[in-house]
């Protein structure tokens, strides 16, 4: 692949730490004439390689010490990795652990000039962000006041508002978000949707796979500082999910080949690119929340790089749950899609639907004229909801028409 398209690419990465087990074993190291090893070694990354396409959202999961914080941290660059490469193509943007990168006795304003400084935004460009920074934080006067007194939710506020306003190509989040409030997370999740509409780069740690189901194209598994899996977001997260409901011992008796990467599901960028979703009412007025047997049009905009015959679109519904609801394809409806390059729309209108009142999330993808290979994949791209218009007359997920009758026995 041309590492133009690249945005970070991995090779054979290693960190490696000297463990000891007191003090004065380091002292005998560095005193040390001789071969002999006072400390064990513990490898945090052993030999990981993997790269990240330009506009691709991946995310990371994997238990505590898999080696998913230091993964970031090399790539981020603040450690230096023992053996093999992380090369980074474009302006990045790391929300790390919480206040990483902070002077505690500066103020919030002098560390969002001094994280912007250290990212290369000019002096002027600063200073038009800074208002946005303030607006985005919602911190008040205490931006002018030392970190230190900070709470950790005030923390991440003013972390993510500087992480997400000096106009990053990639942009590194790590569990931070997880200590903020709710309004303030489902802010910061519309923001990184913002970005990947952008087109640009995000990765994405969480422990929390449904976040990651609803927000990544694709994922990494982490496992012992290795890539165990790599791929589809759902293939993976269910697989992780699996993992962490067995326990090792019981998943690898049911799993006796070690995972590898998927790379048959992994997309083929540069000949189908899903760029916009709509939700249009029958009036044709665009919103997100619709009432029980209204009609919802699904409208997806993409741009063909590519001359293609054939090529397939196909959309599916999932609840909060990760129930699959229904999944429709162009294929199966026969409808014939351009072949031509160009920008294009496709749209598919629900006739009364019947989904109970919730939140549903929306799978888009394009393939090939066989429906298999994946051209581009967007896992839980956007939602809508269902809501309730005032009446409660079933449960569950979907509504069946039906019909009761009862009399007596004779």
Wanted: proline share 4%; hydrophobic share 40%.
């Amino acid at each position: 692949m041309d590492s133009k398209e690249l945005a970070i690419d991995i090779q054979q990465l290693s960190k490696v730490y000297h463990i000891y087990n007191n003090p004065r074993d380091r002292l005998k190291q560095s005193l040390s004439l001789n071969r002999k090893k006072y400390y064990h070694e513990f490898w945090a990354l052993k030999n990981v390689s993997f790269s990240v396409q330009k506009g691709e959202t991946i995310g990371i999961i994997g238990r505590n010490g898999s080696g998913k914080s230091t993964l970031l941290q090399v790539i981020a660059g603040i450690l230096t990795p023992s053996a093999g490469s992380a090369a980074v193509h474009g302006r990045m943007a790391a929300l790390l652990e919480l206040g990483a990168g902070f002077n505690p006795e500066m103020t919030g304003r002098e560390n969002a000039y001094l994280n912007a400084t250290l990212l290369g935004v000019p002096q002027n460009q600063i200073e038009e962000q800074m208002p946005r920074i303030e607006k985005f934080a919602e911190i008040g006067d205490f931006i002018d006041q030392p970190v230190k007194l900070y709470s950790s939710g005030m923390f991440v506020r003013l972390a993510f508002a500087c992480a997400v306003n000096v106009n990053p190509d990639i942009l590194i989040v790590d569990e931070a978000l997880a200590v903020g409030d709710l309004q303030f997370q489902l802010k910061c999740i519309e923001k990184m949707k913002s970005f990947k509409r952008q087109g640009k780069t995000i990765l994405f740690v969480s422990h929390d796979t449904y976040s990651v189901k609803n927000f990544c194209d694709s994922a990494v598994w982490m496992r012992d500082g290795q890539v165990y899996l790599r791929g589809d977001v759902n293939t993976v997260t269910h697989e992780y999910e699996e993992f962490m409901k067995l326990g090792a011992a019981a998943y690898e008796e049911d799993t006796p080949v070690p995972a590898t990467v998927a790379s048959e599901t992994e997309p083929k960028k540069h000949v189908v690119t899903i760029e916009k979703i709509h939700f249009w009412d029958a009036n044709h007025h665009e919103k997100k929340d619709f009432c029980f047997g209204e009609s919802l049009t699904v409208e997806i905009e993409y741009v063909l790089h590519t001359p293609l015959d054939g090529i397939v679109g196909g959309i599916a519904l999932y609840d909060k749950n990760n129930t699959y609801i229904c999944g429709l394809n162009t294929k199966l409806d026969q409808c014939r899609l351009p072949s031509r390059p160009g920008r294009h729309r496709l749209a598919v209108r629900y006739q009364d639907m019947k989904l109970l009142p919730g939140t549903y999330f929306i799978d888009i993808g394009f393939f090939d004229s066989s429906a298999v290979v994946n051209l581009d994949y967007k896992s839980r791209f956007d939602y809508f909801r269902i809501v309730n218009n005032g009446e409660y007359f079933a449960e569950g997920v979907t509504f069946i028409p039906h019909r009761w009758e009862c009399g007596e026995e004779s």
